[in-house]
């Protein structure tokens, strides 16, 4: 990882994350949750902004996290813009899978470092690192896993935004991307909203979210306004689930009802109660 970002080991080392898997039933249905996931995932990352410290001192972000991926390995990470274009389906996510540089191949209990090398070229039985050998399936799957862009495909899309946090937001994580993405009118609602966002706006957000939160700037006014209409489809989806599930939004509505997110909640601790100390973080936070 060192020789492609500056980042990669902090990422393996000092971050957390929780993801949210969910499902899709056909190439068309993926697409569509694909998208409004990738549109909307620098708004999951502000709401759930939670790693503003960096070795007992404030980073400057309010998700360290989120931006340590900015700098990881750009060829397996990011936005993947190509998902919005009119062409994508299944065929063309495994075109930019096979041109994603390879980590390793493993055999015999052992991983054999294949680092940069080409999965095409596996295919071909041309891979410099196991001459003459072609893939199994489980290949491809280990390959598959060493990709981490916002939103992955599997079998299922991974949601890959949010910081981890106490229990409180752990649920409400899956339950603001059900209600979202599993609702039929709020899917195709967040398909409407985000149609014109362009390329430069997406990647404007995951690059400065990080940072600001929902004060980030969008158009005429702020992410926060965004996230509450985001929320509201939510909302609205779970209702029309009809499983009672709105109560595990409550976290999040208050984050976006103030507009502070976690993160700031952390560093106003840090700088008044706690007097620039990190470790009331570890009694106080854990529920």
């Known amino acids: ?84 274009d009119d062409s994508f389906g299944f065929e063309q996510y495994v075109d930019y899978a096979l041109d994603v540089p390879m980590y390793f191949v493993y055999r015999k209990k052992k991983y054999i470092d294949c ?65 979202l993405l599993y609702d039929e009118d709020s899917l195709q609602n967040v398909l409407d909203m985000t149609a014109d966002w362009t390329t430069g706006e997406r990647q404007m957000l995951r690059n400065k979210v990080p940072k600001t939160g929902l004060k980030t700037p969008f158009r005429d006014g702020l992410l926060r306004h965004v996230a509450q209409d985001v929320l509201k489809l939510s909302k609205d989806g779970l209702e029309r689930r009809g499983f009672k599930e709105t109560g595990f939004l409550n976290e999040v509505a208050e984050v976006v009802r103030t507009g502070v997110t976690p993160a700031e909640k952390l560093l106003d601790m840090y700088h008044g109660k706690w007097r620039e100390s990190v470790d009331p973080v570890f009694e106080e936070l854990l529920y």
């Open 115 to 179: 680092a940069g090398m080409s999965f095409r070229d596996f295919l071909a039985g041309k891979l410099p690192c196991l001459p003459g050998e072609l893939p199994t399936l489980n290949d491809w799957e280990n390959h598959l896993t060493t990709i981490f862009p916002e939103v992955r495909l599997k079998r299922y899309l991974e949601m890959r935004g949010a910081d981890g946090g106490p229990w409180r937001r752990l649920c409400a994580l899956p339950a603001f991307w059900v209600g």
């Open 1 to 84: 990882m060192p020789k492609v970002g500056s980042l990669g080991l902090d990422m393996m080392f000092r971050t957390c994350t929780v993801q949210v898997n969910l499902d899709f039933s056909s190439e068309a249905d993926m697409i569509r949750k694909f998208r409004a996931g990738l549109a909307l995932q620098p708004i999951a990352t502000a709401l759930f902004a939670n790693s503003p410290f960096t070795e007992g001192k404030p980073n400057g972000y309010l998700s360290m996290r989120s931006h340590i991926w900015t700098d990881t390995d750009n060829n397996r990470a990011g936005m993947l813009p190509f998902v919005f």
